[in-house]
């Protein structure tokens, strides 16, 4: 885990609170994996005894008792037992399935089948996962050995959450027609139990109320701010070029002549467009050039309008950022970029920028048209929801309490459905449209409809431009990191090896729905 990633994987440490809203668990998909041993004996007696024994056998593995009595991690003082690391192994996975399901194809993985049989690399997707797994225990480990030494506590809050969660996870369980323990089971490892995930809940909720007390409430003057991007400016400018490459046409049948001529031909393209004294005048050379090497005019078009870029950020490893980014440099510069035998022109379109992006902030309540039969019917409940807010105290507060009860979006419930300082064009359309609408005020509600379901949006207001909210969210990035390097000295955490072939994996099936084997 990189560190820049740490401060991230921070908050994701309490996000199990937002998996309550799993896509449901479908009782007739369900697959029962039952392990089968036949063995030859030569009398019933014996027979009844393997039965009776693999009977018992099967039931200390799934009461989780053997695993439950193991210690899988340590830390100085604190220590998490063999289910309580099956469960967290068991939500690294599913965050990682939900994060990426359109994408898994891609990756090679299987998730209806064993992790423990499929390769990753040069190791298999069980040893990936468990990797992650322990890296972010690991985390949560440092976190919470440094709030119990700084005195910082669970808050009432915080316990409520916890509470809540397992009341809406036996509702769950109750719509899905199964006993609470095998739902359980399902969803986090045959043999995990409430014990198990409450212990994992507590420390993770520990672990994200040191760092919401300790790092993200800090808060910077407009003079620190300012100073901080002085001293990092490339990692926050961006720069617009136009580009082309020439590429040569040498073959391995070529002469050496032959290929140099290639090679004296690109560079004299090269050359030639590096001349061009701004936008209008490459795109005019460049189209002179296309057409001497005999391309059609729609190929023409589509390569010059394809050399606009814009955004671009600085790399230290890259000559065309140290040029882009350089002190000398001014719009309309060129500069040819030679890769082995092929040549890159850039024109500078606009020198270096800061993002002054406008951002807003908004918290909404998401009701996911996959949860209800008919489209009327999620529509329905989006009304009932947005005028349970409209007859209350009509508060942000107010309005974050109902989306940490009703919005299936896992991404905002732990926030109270909030999304803080985001740009134009980060969200879906409907979306953004109605958070950048020039008529939107603070306490705005109103329900949108995207391809996810409906929205109750509420508008909190503008928030800081983008580059000083980039600066901020690296200013507090750089005090946890010195954190983490300190707690990383500070602190020993070991995993106990001997645990990870009694780990019970759950799998999952094409439509979401996960099973326990």
Known sequence: MGKASRVRNAKLAVAEIKK?????????????????????????????????????????????YLLRSKTAMTSDNLKISGTTFNY????????????????????????????????YGDQ????????????????????????????VSLTEKDK?????????????????????KDYIHMAYGKGVNETDIRQGLELSFLATRYYTEKIDSLTYTDKEIDDYFDKN????????????????????????????????????????LAKATDSKSFDAILTDILKEQGKTDTNIKSEVDSTASEGNTYNSDSDVSKWAFGENVKVNDTYIYKNSNARTVYLLTKAPYRDESETV???HI?????????????????????????????????????????????????????????????????????????????????????????????????????WKNQVTTAMKDEVYENLYDKMDKTYTVTL?????????????????TNTAS
């Open 361 to 363: 902030s908004v918290r």
């Open 366 to 466: 998401l009701i996911s048209k996959d949860s209800y039969e008919k489209d009327a019917d999620a529509k329905k409940k989006a009304q009932e929801v947005l005028d349970e807010y409209l007859k209350g105290e009509k508060t942000a507060e107010a309005f974050g309490k109902l989306a940490e009860k009703y919005t299936e979006d896992p991404g905002s419930k732990t926030t109270g459905g909030l999304y803080e300082n985001f740009t134009e064009g980060t969200m879906v359309a409907e979306f953004n449209d109605w958070s950048f609408d020039k008529k939107r005020k603070e306490g705005d509600t109103e329900i949108v409809k995207t391809d996810y379901g409906y929205h109750i949006m509420y508008y909190v207001g503008k928030g800081e431009v983008n």
């Open 496 to 512: 106990n090896k001997n645990i990870l072939d009694n780990i019970n994996e759950i799998r999952f099936y094409s439509t979401g």
């Open 88 to 119: 967290f192994y068991n939500y690294q996975y599913q965050n990682f399935v939900n994060e990426n399901q359109n994408y898994l194809s891609y990756y090679g993985l299987d998730a209806t089948a064993s992790l423990r049989n499929q390769n």
């Open 233 to 272: 400016k490339n990692t926050f400018l961006y720069c617009d070029y136009k580009s082309y490459t020439f590429n040569p046409a040498a073959t391995d049948k070529m002469t050496d002549k032959e290929k140099q001529a290639e090679y004296d031909k690109v560079q004299a393209y090269a050359d030639r």
């Open 20 to 64: 309550e809203q799993q896509a449901a668990l479908d009782k007739q998909n369900r697959r029962k994996k039952l392990t089968t041993i036949i063995t030859a004996v030569s009398t019933a007696v014996v027979c009844v005894g393997l039965v009776v024994t693999l009977i018992v056998l099967n039931w200390i593995q799934g009461s989780g």
């Open 160 to 180: 409520n959450e916890i509470d809540n969660f397992f009341a809406s996870l036996k509702d769950a369980a109750k719509e899905q027609d199964m006993e609470y």
């Open 124 to 151: 298999t997707w069980f040893d990936y996962m468990v990797t992650q797994t322990q890296k972010n225990v690991t985390e949560i480990l440092y976190l919470a050995e440094q709030a119990n030494a700084d005195g």
